[in-house]
């Protein structure tokens, strides 16, 4: 027995688009989110089953490949599917498709299994044995971690906010590669949309903490280490490359 894609309709609103009026960058994340919460539930190993096990999913890796981001009243489907299962998780991977079927993004992550008051990782297959993956990949990455630079040009602070943190009391998932775009100089967002997003996820930040972000740029690419105040204990990695859409 394998697992079943599903696939969910979106229209891009006013209110998610960005000023060039595309999809803003962490309503994207939290649209994936959405459709790997219902995927996740219909096979069985959703939120509310984790909270039942004292449970919950831990995204550590996303890698996204932006063809082009959906625009204001575009209609657009995300589709996904489980896509491998690890000792301590599992691979999830995404696909998003215009109206007339064409591939725009492809997105594949991965997901580690937490035991909530231990905070430790746990085996899969101790609470998910039947956990269904359909073995099919729509990115060829194994989720290595982001090099980080020799040295970093730029040093911004931002302060959690609650509206950052999640169902955990964790700063979403989402807000991680927003805190690094917001690091980018605005006359270079201006001109770029993000073309190929990497992160890799260590620990959450809670509210009301100080939070670091290192920044440097190197051509299209940036490279953006999250910290704490202390600035030796990262939080998240990202690598982002960016487009120039003003030549398109």
């Known amino acids: 027995m394998v697992a079943v894609k599903l696939k969910k309709e979106y229209v891009v609103k006013s209110y998610e688009a960005d000023c060039h009026g595309f999809l803003r960058l962490p309503t994207l994340l939290n649209l994936l989110q959405d459709a790997a919460t219902d ?23 996303y890698f996204l490949e932006i063809e082009r981001l959906p625009e ?8 996904t599917w489980p896509a491998e299962t690890k000792l301590w998780g599992a691979i999830r991977d995404f696909v998003v498709c215009d109206a007339q079927k064409n591939v725009i993004m492809r997105v594949s992550s991965q997901w580690v299994l937490i ?66 775009s917001e690091c980018v100089e605005a006359d270079f967002r201006m001109k770029h949309s993000p073309k190929e997003i990497e992160i890799n996820f260590k620990k959450g930040a809670v509210y009301g903490d100080k939070v670091v972000i290192l ?3 190197s051509g299209p690419e940036t490279y953006h280490s999250i910290r704490e105040s202390d600035k030796t204990t990262e939080l998240a990695r990202c690598r982002i490359v960016w487009r120039d859409i003003t030549s398109a």
């Open 72 to 79: 204001l009243h575009e209609h657009f489907f995300i589709e």
């Open 215 to 217: 920044s440097t740029q």
């Open 39 to 61: 995927s996740a539930r219909e096979l069985g190993f959703g939120y509310e089953k984790c909270m039942e096990l004292g449970l919950t999913w831990f995204g550590s890796d």
């Open 115 to 180: 035991d909530l008051a231990r905070k430790r990782p746990v085996v899969l297959s101790k609470y998910f044995p039947e956990h269904l993956v359909l073995a099919e990949r729509c990115l060829p990455v194994s989720f290595t971690k982001i090099k980080e630079p020799d040295n970093f040009e730029r040093e911004d602070e931002i302060k959690v906010r609650f509206d950052d943190i999640d169902l955990n009391n964790h700063v979403n998932n989402a807000v991680y590669p927003l805190w690094a």
